[in-house]
């Protein structure tokens, strides 16, 4: 389906450029003292997605019984996509966090299931930043690799008008920390 043997019509390389598991750890997020990251992982990612969270100094949320969220959130895709052992129509929002950021009140949280529909190829649904912006309504956001520019956020990505590109290689991936 997407391997060098089958052929690579549906590799994701072919919608956009991507980079390696050791240039995503080498990044360095400009991420406040305390804040909240959102990681979006597909299921055969899991274990990559929870090393990179490591390696960027933050703590996954799962199941520390606080009382919010405990990981994350799924979106459920009413479509089928493809896959070998499973058809792929669900993915991950992983939910860590660095330092002691102000987390939403109880009461506020959202489902931990969200049915949407696909957009273009790693497009997500606008309803995960609208949940995000109501969580966080007077916090600095930034989205890194974005794919258009969003009201209230910083949003870096090679297709985005505004702001700094997201870097493709390691060493050029640096900023100053968010206020």
Known sequence: MWDRETGMDRHVANHYPVMSGDALTAMKLP????????LWVPFNQIGNAIDLIRAWG???KTGHGNGWNDGGVGWGKP???TGFDVR???ELLLIATRGKPAMP???EQYPSLIIAERGEPSEKPEI???IISKLWPNTAK???????ARTGWDCWGNEVAEG??????????SAEPLG
């Open 31 to 38: 991420a406040a003292k305390d804040c909240v990251l959102y």
């Open 79 to 81: 479509t089928l996509g």
């Open 164 to 173: 700094p590109p997201v870097a493709m290689e390691p060493q050029a991936a």
């Open 142 to 148: 930034l989205e890194m690799f974005a794919r258009q």
């Open 58 to 60: 933050f703590k996954e």
């Open 105 to 107: 009140a109880m009461g």
């Open 128 to 130: 995960f930043a609208e």
């Open 88 to 90: 792929e129509n669900l």
